[in-house]
């Protein structure tokens, strides 16, 4: 039995084209989920534009001031901020039942499996999982994947595809077991000319090898650019790669997914998902595989063993694993971590993500409308915003974006002028940025850009993106006298 949180102090203040407030409109109804005390929007009420936002309150972190300026957060594809309801539920843990979970039965570990428990509800109830049981809690997206690449059944005939702007967590996993000689292929396929995904070209791909793609791993929303593959794409990938072979699987990487937009798991009929608890919101240090139950059950032999994944061993035989999740939850865990887990997809469902994921979009347009007014600056396609979720990475068309060696990059003249913090680099996307030489040389032959993401999420403003603007103009003026391509 879960009981709701008394938690009354997310305010969640959203107006809809100036008139309604969604809190209002929803307060009561068929659409408030009862079971978890959180609330989803009413289907009646999509497509209508979100105006603001505003759980600004919640973050203590953006009520700080440097240089009498508050921060301005623009990095949230690498991690997210916490809000007070996390935190305090983090910090319960260790004040209040700081023990172990799944083993002993006192008083406080009784309290600890009850909030791990109540945790993975959540995180049930928020990617539409069938059963908490296949809720298993890891590391992070990268562990996640790592399990099922080290865990899965492989056949040295198998194929595995992804896309080629994989983050190398769902590269590098799928690279090496081809290097071991334990699978026959990894291909990654090539993307669209404006980098979106390309149904076509998969299907092609899925036809010529047909009866030998073991399994497709897909970022469902890049961290490079913010594209992403839409739900009725997802569900042709899963028929067609199930039609060529009656024993292939599908995951998602949804570590930029989850945290920004409905991921309903069963309606997409995927088979695994892995996403980080730090991108929405919630703590370090953890994050969830789903599964489907039969396979984790029946398909997956966990790799890392140990303590707590069994119910018993023997010196000569096979030890006896629990089943899913237990079996692949080696070694005492991260409590804490799982439980803000908890907390974290409540205060995510009680925002409802379709929120977040609109008002998004409509500050993504801000920033993108913004961006392609400077001659200088170049977005990575594709360029149309509804075509990425809120992340908007570019590059400046100068041959040098530093006048001399003693002055700082763009990046960090954000960061002095105006607090603004936002990433610069590759984003662990390294292989498709070495791939595509072509692409830069379209500019200048040898051209290899610095690429600068602004990443966004349900607590940035429209002001903070007037003052990015701002703020980029003038660094950009201050850039006249450089070479231009
Ligand atoms: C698309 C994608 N996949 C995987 C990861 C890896 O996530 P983590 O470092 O939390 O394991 C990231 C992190 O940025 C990501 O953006």
């Not at 991690?79 to 007070?84: A, E, G, I």
């Not at 913004?370 to 600056?377: I, M, P, S, T």
């Amino acid at each position: 039995m879960y009981f709701l949180d008394n938690y009354e102090k997310i305010s969640i203040i959203i107006c809809f084209a100036g008139v309604a407030k969604l809190a209002d409109a929803l307060g009561s109804g068929p659409n408030v989920r009862k079971d978890v005390g959180v609330q989803v929007p009413s289907p009646a009420l999509k497509g209508e534009v979100l105006k603001t936002i505003d759980i600004r309150a919640d973050f203590p972190c953006l009520k700080r001031e440097r240089n009498g300026k508050p921060p301005i957060y623009f990095d949230n594809a690498c991690m997210t901020l916490k809000p007070s309801y996390v935190i305090e539920k983090i910090n319960e843990y260790y004040t209040q039942y700081p023990a172990c979970g799944e083993r002993s039965t006192h008083w406080f570990a009784k309290e600890v499996d009850n909030a791990v428990e109540e945790s993975r509800f959540l995180l049930k109830e928020l990617i539409n999982a069938e059963d908490e049981e296949e809720i298993v809690f890891t590391k992070n997206t990268t562990e996640a994947i790592n399990i099922v690449a080290h865990s899965f059944p492989w056949e040295k005939t198998d194929i595995i595809l992804t896309t080629d702007h994989e983050h190398n967590s769902n590269f590098i996993p799928w690279y090496m077991l081809k290097k071991h000689g334990l699978i026959a292929d990894y291909i990654p396929v090539a993307s669209a000319a404006d980098n979106t995904f390309n149904l076509d070209h998969f299907e092609d791909i899925v036809k010529k090898y047909k009866g030998k793609i073991r399994f497709v791993s897909l970022s469902h929303v890049s961290n490079l650019n913010g594209v992403y593959i839409t739900d009725n794409e997802i569900k042709e990938i899963v028929k067609m790669v199930k039609n060529q072979h009656d024993d292939a699987y599908v995951m998602l990487d949804g570590a930029q997914s989850v945290p920004h937009k409905r991921v309903d798991v069963r309606g997409l009929g995927i088979d695994f998902i892995a996403f980080s608890i730090h991108k929405m919101m919630g703590p370090t240090g953890i994050g969830v595989l789903y599964g489907r139950k039969e396979l984790l059950n029946k398909k997956l032999l966990p790799f890392i063993v140990g303590g707590g994944v069994v119910n018993n061993s023997f010196f000569n035989k096979d030890p006896v694993f629990f089943k899913a999740p237990y079996k692949f939850e080696a070694g005492l865990q991260n409590y804490a971590g799982m439980i803000g887990a908890g907390a974290a997809s409540r205060y995510l469902m009680r925002i409802g993500v379709e929120n977040i994921e609109s008002h998004e979009m409509r500050l993504n347009k801000m920033l993108t409308d913004g961006l392609k007014k400077f001659d200088e600056v170049e977005i990575l396609p594709p360029r149309d915003y509804h075509k990425r979720s809120g992340i908007v990475t570019f590059f400046i068309k100068k041959l040098a974006t530093k006048h001399d060696d003693d002055d700082v990059d763009i990046d960090e003249k954000l960061n002095i002028r105006a607090n603004i913090m936002i990433r610069k680099g590759s984003f662990c996307v390294h292989s498709w940025y070495n791939a595509y030489k072509k692409y830069w040389d379209n500019f200048f032959p040898g051209f290899r850009p610095i690429l600068y993401r602004a990443s966004l999420y349900g607590y940035n403003t429209e002001k903070e993106i007037d003052v990015f603007l701002d703020t980029m103009e003038g660094i950009l003026k201050e850039l006249d006298d450089l070479p231009s391509l």
